[in-house]
């Protein structure tokens, strides 16, 4: 018998299959070095692991509210009027198991069936098979190294159709480590509220910022705006607590009322003691934020100058998130490894099976000329995988 149209059309997720398939392989006695996964290096810091440590001694163990904790609510509104200048009440605010949750919330929420999506090029693997799950046609926004991936007003308003329903927006950007300046998003968001749009937007790499970047939450832009943008935010990577599940959206209040109604039949309330870490992580001490980004800094300069130094590989120096995007275009259509690659898929599967460095495809976040590296592991596998990656070119 056929399985449903969403088993149909949803696809695996290609930044967890690369990072379980380098894991299978280190299981075997590999030494790979695994650029695959977004997420940090770092352990949790020890004032987060104690809070939850104490939850549990405390016998903060039962189901929560679905919305979440009512602390960890009122925490996350400070944050949010403290950090990005955003007043809401903590009936604004629903707590999930991660952000891709509260992302997925947001879509079933806003999307119904014939309704489009734009979701500029390249964008985080999970958003249009979100858009798919709710029935929704993501409708893609291409851009290139050439225009730094930032989308503008002009080419938004080429994509905008009577059926588009909702805009994605992600800065600093996952695969591409771009950020808006404060200008430039208050032109796309300002003109995707005008055209009656909802914008999700997500902010998960925030604090991960170089160069002086700064980022701005565009539902402080206007009454309008903040009537429209869903801030999505979350602890995996900020606070390198990716296991542990956690994430947050707040916005208008009856978006999030029905978020909350859908939650309510799917997990229910996010961990309990996750969510007592998640109010120590933003209540307490930030300065492992601080060492972190100043870590990723270092990695970044590193790697792009290495890429940058190999033939037929060109890299943009991203101002925030801890990853980058070198084109590699140069290297299909040619014999690496005894192996003719023609994409980003061949190249990416070439390099973990003959020199056991796991990077990412292009393809899947929306640009095959492309491939993903994640910088948030340690220098020692930063330097010895871009040496493999080099020789093996080489050879
Ligand atoms: N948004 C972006 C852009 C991401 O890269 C990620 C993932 N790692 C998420 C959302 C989801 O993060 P999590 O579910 O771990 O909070
Ligand atoms: N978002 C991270 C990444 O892009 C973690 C994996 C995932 O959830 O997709 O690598």
Redesign the pocket.
């Known amino acids: 018998m056929a399985l449903s149209r969403i088993a149909r059309e949803v696809h695996t997720s290609a930044t967890l299959a690369i990072t379980a398939k380098a894991k299978q392989l280190v299981a075997k006695g590999i030494d790979v070095t695994n650029f695959g996964a977004?997420e940090p290096d770092f352990d949790t810091p020890e004032n987060v692991k104690n809070a939850a440590i104490k939850a549990i001694k405390d016998g903060y163990t039962k189901y929560t509210p679905t919305a979440g904790a009512p602390a960890l609510k009122e925490a996350i509104c400070e944050k949010l009027l403290k950090d990005n200048r955003l007043k809401y009440n903590p009936s604004q605010v629903i707590v999930s198991a991660?952000?891709?949750q509260s992302?997925l919330n947001i879509v079933l929420v806003v999307c119904d069936t014939g309704d489009e999506a734009i979701i500029p090029s390249p964008y985080?693997v999970s958003y249009p098979e979100m858009v798919t799950m709710a029935g929704a046609t993501p409708v893609f926004l291409k851009t290139t190294d050439k225009e730094h991936f930032k989308i503008t007003r002009e080419s938004l308003a080429k994509v905008i159709t009577p059926k588009s329903k909702l805009l994605f927006m992600?800065s600093p950007s996952?695969p591409t480590g771009m950020v808006y300046t404060e200008k430039e998003f208050r032109e796309i968001v300002g003109f995707a509220v005008e055209k009656g749009l909802y914008v999700i937007s997500?902010e998960?790499y925030e604090k991960i910022l170089y160069d002086g970047a700064l980022h701005v939450s565009p539902a402080t832009f206007s009454d309008e705006c903040y009537k429209r943008v869903v801030t999505i935010n979350?602890f995996?990577k900020v606070y390198s607590m990716?296991g542990w599940r956690l994430?947050y959206a707040a916005g208008p209040e009856e978006v999030i009322k029905a978020a909350i109604n859908i939650q309510d039949h799917t997990t229910s309330g996010a961990n309990s003691i996750t969510q007592m870490a998640g109010l120590e992580a933003l209540r307490g001490n930030q300065d492992s934020v601080d060492t972190m980004v100043r870590e990723f800094d270092k990695r970044r300069k590193y790697i792009v100058s290495r890429l940058n130094s190999i033939p037929g590989v060109s890299c943009l120096l991203p101002q925030g998130a801890f990853y980058v995007f070198p084109k590699v275009s140069e290297l299909y259509h040619k014999k690496i490894g005894g192996q003719f690659v023609t994409n980003s898929f061949d190249l990416v599967n070439v390099l973990l099976e003959k020199a056991h460095v796991a990077f990412v495809p292009g393809a899947p976040f929306g640009l095959d000329d492309y491939i993903r590296i994640s910088y948030a592991t340690s220098m020692e596998c930063i330097e010895k995988g871009i040496d493999r990656f080099e020789k093996f070119l080489k050879s």
């Open positions: 977004g991660g952000a891709k992302i985080w992600n996952n997500d998960i979350g995996s990716t994430g």
